[in-house]
């Protein structure tokens, strides 16, 4: 309430001023008169130009740094857009290459061979199943191998409709397939792959007077329907030779990751 009176009192004295200040310029006061009132007016003219002047600098500055703000907000929106397409451009190569690999695999190759794209995963998190664009009308059936990077074995074709298919992946808790292991000896031993918590791959069924030897290769062994011999499953990682089991039990790493899987290459047996 004290501010509002303050400030009501200057505005009165504000028109005073200029009532008076009109007044002697019209009785025809003299140029003394005016000299002295132009004289002590003088300090606060000063006083709003200097005001006037700093109240212009800082709008410029206000605007100059908003203009600045949105060049810089335009200039990440770049960046981020040039990461993006450098990002698209890798991801483009890699397909390219994972490509090149399956079309030489095929034509390296005696079977018929049918080329397809993974869709991603299979919604049931109860098994690791990969989705493909190619079924039925491609002459797709359950049991087929499905291979990547020029004959590594990834799983078997567990589904088929017209148009797509499911590969139960071989560390499936569900999968098994026939494999040989391959010692330093150059000996081969048959056992089975099988898919342990939807995570490893466990070489089982192994007799232990076999040698097993981290770094031993495993291969399919061919003694599955549909499934060719030679396909590359992966190479011994651990080895678990217990006394109180029959057999020897091994970790097997697969030379790929399933799930980075773009292209697959399923091979159809010739007649």
Known sequence: MAKIKKNFKITIFLIILVLILSGCYYLGASKYSLGYISAGLNPIFKFFYSSSNSLAEWISL?????????????????????KLESIELALL?????????????????????????SLGRNLNFEGNNIIINRGFAHGLYPGLAATVNQGVIIGKISRVNTNSSQIRLLNDSQSSLACYVANKESSLALGLIKGEHNINLSLEMIPKDIGLNPGDLVTTSGHEKNIPPGLLVGSVSQIDNKSSRIWQQAVVAPPVDY???????????GD
Do not use: G
């Not at 799930?259 to 047996?269: A, D, K, L």
């Open 93 to 117: 190569k890699d397909e390219n290459k994972s490509l090149r690999q399956e079309l030489e695999f095929k034509s390296d190759s005696q079977s018929k061979h049918i080329i397809a794209r």
């Open 62 to 82: 206000h605007l100059s740094c908003s203009k600045l703000a949105v060049v810089n907000e335009s200039l990440r929106q770049d960046i981020v857009n040039l």
């Open 259 to 269: 799930s980075q899987v773009r292209f697959i290459t399923i091979i159809i047996p």
